[in-house]
């Protein structure tokens, strides 16, 4: 089983920046993937970046791109999510989700299903 603990979220002015941070721990970790969603209330949940962890591959939801970036740490089995220039748009709940298994040939990590485990979410709240 996979352990996932979020943090780094809070109350920021739009056109600031936060860090958020998933720390991963679990027997199953190689071979697998991580990524981050969030949701607003009444909105499905929306894909932002995912990473490979042995490749260090990685892919953006529409929304992320320019602003956001995703990163890890490898001793620490940390991932990262770095957001700039946040809107009030951004405010959700923030999750972190990990997949246990090999990644199929066709990708499917811009989706929720593809993810085994998730945080609990971190709220970020973006005043305008």
């Known amino acids: 089983q996979v352990q996932l603990v979020e943090s780094g979220g809070g109350l920021v002015q739009a056109g600031g920046s936060l860090r958020l941070s998933c720390a991963a721990s679990?027997?199953?970790?190689?071979?697998?993937?991580m990524g981050w969603f969030r949701q607003a209330p009444g909105k499905e949940r929306e894909f932002l970046a995912a990473?490979?962890?042995?490749?260090?591959?990685?892919y953006y939801g529409d929304s992320a791109k320019g602003r956001f970036t995703i990163s890890r740490d490898n001793a620490k089995n940390t991932l990262y999510l770095q957001m700039n220039s946040l809107k009030a748009e951004d405010t959700a709940v923030y999750y972190c989700?990990?997949?246990?298994?090999?990644?199929?040939?066709?990708?499917?990590?811009?989706?929720?299903?593809?993810?085994?485990?998730w945080g609990q979410g971190t709220q970020v709240t973006v005043s305008s």
């Open positions: 989700g990990a997949r246990a298994g090999a990644i199929p040939y066709y990708n499917p990590l811009r989706s929720r299903e593809a993810y085994d485990y």
């Open positions: 990473m490979k962890w042995n490749t260090d591959t990685t």
């Open positions: 679990g027997r199953t970790f190689s071979a697998s993937a």
